[in-house]
């Protein structure tokens, strides 16, 4: 491999550096402590009914309900023709192989994870209007006359589950909208006072635009309330030409081998050698120390998203896809999953984005599938920044700089009297700087084993002091030379 790295100034210039980091140039100037705006998803409430359609996984197979599914489909096929497409087999064969010794509520968690995996790619696949052929989805939509619409039919899945997933999906609709219409404003208002422009140049909005569909299409879902099962119809809905400098572009972008040499070197300096995490000590596995608590020692999955920031349901099905194959795979064996690290690195440049609603739309999946009892997303970036203490961020977030201060003051007065809010800051953010965006998913067990095995304030008093005896400057240096790794 080789490396390369920019000049870095000293630590106090890293750390009195108040630019915004959503740009190209290195994390050094990016802010380690900001406050977080906060995307709520509202999500429909209450409970499937045990009697009506979705209320869970067939409990075995019969002459009885093999009939009655049957019925079922033709009755769906009758009213949809080919826009249907009925989800059985995929489901089926994606449960975990001892999915009869989980309990209800476990079992519940990993059929919600593979309907979402199902659910995203569909979405992905209906919205990009560039679609790239090949996925399941992409090749079910070829055979349909109008593949505008698309109707998904769960016979064992959660009616809730899935109108909580159309509740995620209509509020990426509604944000790309609203991004439509601010870009008709700043261009009407570039119009104005350039008359000369031409309104159809694209324009570059990355600071103005949240959020963008895939392919400039946005998806409108809803839940067939007569249908005998589960049933989501997506449509898709033309939106103007946004434009940004980074949608859809593939131009400079590392491979998946690249990618994953860069996060397996941060793995190796930060978690491993430095020790910030007391439970990974390796780049191929983690767990460990956990196996006299029933967690076992498993495989660390990496996995690569090219999804550019215009493309966040491609980025979902992405990763809902690697979670769906982490469940199935159970958390022990020669193929067994312990954690994933997903990196996505068109979203490199853009935290506020990245932290905020792709966050916020993670977290609201986990909800809609249930899946609360099984995993756990966590964030990280190039340019994380510590919460401020103003705002809560979401899941999956650092701790705030009070609350890090508050237990460097318990564990050790002195050491905290050396450190200036900035430092703490600092120490809070690189334990989540990554060489790109960044998603890690963790088992709830391995979570929750890992809560009740450390002492919470002394494991960040520790890794603070440890990132300040290394210095903030040489951290930022460590950190660019990652991002500079190239596999031959």
């Avoid at 100034?9 to 980091?21: I, Q, T």
């Avoid at 900035?422 to 060489?435: H, L, N, W």
């Avoid at 400057?473 to 500079?484: F, H, I, M, P």
């Amino acid at each position: 491999m080789q490396s390369s790295s920019n000049d870095i100034g000293d630590d106090n210039d890293l750390l009195n550096d108040k630019n915004d980091c959503n740009h190209n140039s290195p994390v050094s100037k990016c802010p380690l402590s900001m406050t977080f705006s906060r995307y709520r998803i509202d999500l429909s409430s209450g409970k499937d009914d045990p009697s009506g359609p979705g209320s869970g996984l067939r409990s075995g197979a019969s002459l009885f309900s093999g009939l009655k599914a049957s019925i079922d489909r033709s009755t769906l096929e009758r009213k949809y023709g080919k826009q249907l497409v009925w989800i059985d087999d995929e489901l089926e064969k994606r449960l975990h192989r001892d999915r009869d010794k989980n309990s209800k509520r476990q079992l519940k968690a990993e059929i919600g994870v593979h309907v979402s995996a199902i659910f995203w790619r569909a979405v992905s696949d209906l919205a990009d209007c560039n679609a790239k052929k090949g996925s399941d989805m992409t090749r079910i939509h070829d055979e349909h006359e109008d593949d505008s619409t698309l109707v998904l039919a769960f016979p064992d899945a959660s009616h809730m589950c899935l109108r909580r997933l159309v509740d995620i999906v209509n509020w990426l609709e509604e944000q790309t909208l609203q991004a439509e219409r601010r870009q008709d404003v700043t261009a009407k208002r570039i119009v104005d006072n350039y008359p000369s422009f031409s309104s159809d140049h694209p324009m570059s909005l990355d600071g103005d635009v949240p959020i963008l569909a895939n392919g400039w299409c946005a998806i409108h879902a809803k839940i067939d309330e007569d249908a005998p099962v589960s049933t989501v119809i997506l449509a898709r809905s033309k939106v103007k030409s946004l434009t940004t400098s980074n949608c859809n572009s593939n131009i400079n972008l590392p491979t998946a081998e690249t990618t994953e040499a860069r996060t397996k070197a941060w793995v190796d300096r930060v978690l491993v050698k430095m020790g910030i995490c007391p439970f990974t000590k390796s780049t191929t596995k983690s767990g460990q120390g956990l196996n006299d608590v029933g967690v076992p020692v498993g495989r660390i999955a990496y996995h690569y998203s090219k999804a550019s920031t215009g493309q966040i349901s491609s980025l979902m099905a992405d990763t809902w896809e690697a979670i769906s194959d982490m469940i199935t795979a159970g958390p022990s064996g020669k193929k067994g999953i312990s954690s994933i690290l997903l990196a996505a690195p068109q979203y490199d440049t853009n935290f506020s984005l990245w932290a905020g609603p792709i966050f916020a739309t993670l977290e609201a999946t986990v909800c809609a599938a249930a899946a609360e009892p099984i995993v756990g997303v966590v964030c990280f970036h190039p340019n994380y920044a510590t919460p401020d203490g103003n705002s809560w961020p979401g899941f999956g977030h650092m701790h705030s700089v009070p609350r890090l201060r508050k237990w460097i003051q318990e564990e050790d007065e002195e050491f905290s009297s050396t450190l200036t809010d900035e430092e703490v800051a600092a120490g809070g953010a690189f334990q989540r700087r990554t060489p790109h965006a960044t998603i890690n998913v963790l088992r709830a067990e391995q979570l929750e084993a890992a809560e009740n095995r450390r002492i919470t304030g002394n494991l960040y008093c520790t890794n603070i002091r440890t990132f300040s005896q290394v210095g903030f400057r040489n951290l930022n240096g460590d950190l660019e030379k990652e991002r500079n790794l190239i596999c031959p």
